[in-house]
Nanobody, 118 residues
Framework: VQLQASGGGLVQPGGSLRLSCTAS????????TDWYRQAPGKQREAVAT???????NYADSVKGRFTISRDSAKNTVYLQMASVIPEDTAVYYC?????????????WGQGTLVTVSS
C-alpha cells in the first residue's frame, strides 16, 4: 500500500485546513488509517485514527477540533482541522496498517507541513 498525503500549508490561528491521504495498491487490505504529527524537536505523536469499520479516535489535544473521515470510493482519508492553534504546527503523516499474507504490514506517506501562524 502506498500513501500520498497533501493539503498542508500556512493557516492563521483559529482557521481551518483539510489534509488528504490517498492510498493506492492493495487498498482493500487496509485495517486502520492514522494521522500522526511531529513538531520540531518533539517525538511523533498519533493524532487521529479511523478503522475500516469507520470508528474514529482522537488524541486529547485535538478532540473536538479535528475530524477524521474517509471516502472509500476515492481511497482517501481526510483530517479536517478546525480552530487550529500554534501548537498544531507540525509535519503531518498518514499511516496505515494492512493485511499482507499472514502478517500485518505498515506503510507511511510522506509528510505534509502545517504551519499555524498569524
Amino acid at each position: 500500500v502506498q500513501l500520498q498525503a497533501s493539503g498542508g500549508g500556512l493557516v492563521q490561528p483559529g482557521g481551518s485546513l483539510r489534509l488528504s491521504c490517498t492510498a493506492s495498491g492493495s487498498t482493500s487490505s487496509i485495517i486502520v488509517t492514522d494521522w500522526y504529527r511531529q513538531a520540531p524537536g518533539k517525538q511523533r505523536e498519533a493524532v487521529a485514527t479511523i478503522t475500516r469499520g469507520g470508528s474514529a479516535n482522537y488524541a486529547d489535544s485535538v478532540k473536538g477540533r479535528f475530524t477524521i473521515s474517509r471516502d472509500s470510493a476515492k481511497n482517501t482519508v481526510y483530517l479536517q482541522m478546525a480552530s487550529v492553534i500554534p501548537e498544531d504546527t507540525a509535519v503531518y503523516y498518514c499511516h496505515v496498517n494492512f493485511y499482507y499474507n499472514d502478517e500485518i504490514g505498515s506503510s507511511w506517506g510522506q509528510g505534509t507541513l502545517v504551519t499555524v501562524s498569524s
